[in-house]
């Protein structure tokens, strides 16, 4: 996999009995992964923080806050955060976001984590 990001190309992997070639991350794909962390923290904060004034600085911390690799990292490990960028990974399939979703669950998440990890240049978990 690490030869494939290397030349720019992708690979090809076998999903829920289809084959798809997914695509190495680039900068614009790991910015829209930042962007739909703080989005879903975001989105977490106005449906159970009540108090206005309270959820107005809550949200204002997150968008002033960068995102460390460590934060990121962690995300990625998310059942949502391997469907993000799986998505974007398929960005030359006319995959959508939701059909990204559908395709991973408990079975497949290991070898699609492991591909996407190779994709976007982190090590690999053993």
């Known amino acids: 996999m690490s030869l494939a990001k290397a030349v720019g190309e992708g690979i ?15 900068i ?18 106005s449906d159970t923080v009540k108090d206005e004034k309270i959820k107005f600085k809550l949200i204002e911390k997150i968008l002033e806050t960068n995102l460390s ?8 490990g ?10 974007c990974s398929l ?5 959508t976001f939701e059909q990204a979703k559908d395709l991973i669950d408990v079975s497949n998440m ?9 994709l976007v240049g982190t090590p690999e978990k053993k």
């Open 69 to 76: 690799g460590k934060d990121i990292d962690a995300a990625m």
């Open 110 to 118: 290991g070898i699609i984590s492991t591909a996407i990890a190779g």
């Open 91 to 95: 960005k030359n399939n006319d995959v």
């Open 28 to 45: 614009g794909d790991l910015a829209l992964f930042e962007r739909h962390i703080k989005e879903d923290k975001i989105a977490l904060i």
């Open 78 to 87: 998310t059942m949502d955060g391997s469907a993000f960028m799986l998505w």
């Open 12 to 26: 090809t992997l076998e999903i829920k009995g289809k084959e798809y070639t997914l695509s190495p991350a680039n």
